[in-house]
């Protein structure tokens, strides 16, 4: 009776014993596989190591972990309207929209919903006088009369020639793209970002 005991709690101890490594390695995996993507995740927020975002394959952008809290919220605002379609005017009449043109959309990544760096929506105009001149570290706005784009953290958010190829508010490697519509002295910064 003792050796048959014995067995039956030999094999609660393995069943638990393997419980426990099973488990273990669901809470790891998740980790692992970040860490070997070159992210890192901080709860529920993901970032890349260093000062540059890193665009993904399926078109959103990835903060840096350097980044300041009004960076990365940035750039969680512009992925949330990335392929929003391109409704001129979108954007203007509230900051949440079916579609975005080029100024809706760098309000929406700049506004409440963003970096918190403007209360209310702006004209590419507004922005060609918005913050200081010259280029921001993190931030930096190129608008004149006619277009609106933003830089931010190296990766370039426009309505006009994303990487995808889809109308649209999105993401470009290709800041130099930008400025077949707006020139590069049009650039434009906050303090501090």
Not at 116 to 137: A, E, N, V, Y
Not at 138 to 164: C, E, K, M, N
Request: a positive charge.
């Amino acid at each position: 009776m003792q050796a048959n005991e014995k067995r039956s709690q030999g094999g609660r101890l393995r069943r638990w014993s393997l419980g426990v490594l099973v488990s273990l390695a669901a809470l790891t995996l998740p980790a692992t596989a970040l860490a070997a993507s070159g992210g890192v995740s901080t709860g529920a927020q993901q970032t890349v190591p260093g000062d540059k975002a890193k665009l993904k394959r399926n078109g959103k952008a990835v903060p840096p972990a350097n980044a300041p809290a009004r960076v990365k919220r940035a750039i969680r605002a512009a992925n949330r309207i990335d392929n929003k379609p391109y409704v001129w005017g979108g954007g203007h009449a509230r900051w949440k929209s079916r579609g975005y043109d080029c100024s809706g959309a760098v309000s929406y990544v700049l506004g409440p919903r963003g970096a918190r760096l403007i209360k209310r929506p702006m004209t590419s105009g507004d922005f060609s006088r918005w913050g200081r001149k010259g280029k921001g570290r993190w931030i930096t706005v190129y608008g004149d009369s006619d277009h609106v784009f933003v830089v931010i953290a190296g990766l370039r958010f426009d309505t006009s020639q994303p990487d995808d190829g889809e109308s649209g508010p999105g993401w470009s490697r290709n800041v130099k793209l930008g400025f077949r519509n707006v020139a590069r002295k049009a650039a434009r910064h906050k303090v501090g970002l």
